[in-house]
């Protein structure tokens, strides 16, 4: 039960992270205004806060593997919100990282 715990909370983190990222980007590169930056920010300190949640109490061990998340999950962001289409090298990259989050957290460790 913790990994599929700890997997809905790296989706909710890279939910609110990427999505802080985007309200930003669209607010200062694409003009959209105040209000999106100040979205922006307040989803970026949500996910500040849910990447507490995760099970494991290492900071360096959850924030390395949140990077694998991080890259896989802005690739989909960019696909369903600005319709970017990643080539096959986007995609091998993508895979790679989220080996290496299955790896970082998921991997049998003696206590």
Request: aromatic share 12%; net charge positive.
């Amino acid at each position: 039960m913790i990994p599929a715990r700890s997997v809905a909370l790296f989706l909710l983190a890279a939910l609110f992270e990427i999505g802080g990222c985007w309200l930003v980007w669209q607010g200062l590169r694409d003009h959209r205004g105040l209000a999106w930056i100040g979205a922006g920010v307040v989803s970026l300190s949500v996910y500040g806060f849910v990447a507490t949640l995760q099970p494991d109490s290492h900071f360096g061990r959850i924030l390395a593997a949140y990077g694998g998340v991080f890259v896989a999950g802005s690739l989909v962001w960019g696909m369903v919100a600005d319709r970017y289409r990643p080539d096959r090298f986007d995609v091998i990259g993508a895979v790679l990282c989220l080996i290496g989050v299955g790896v970082i957290m998921y991997a049998p460790r003696g206590r």
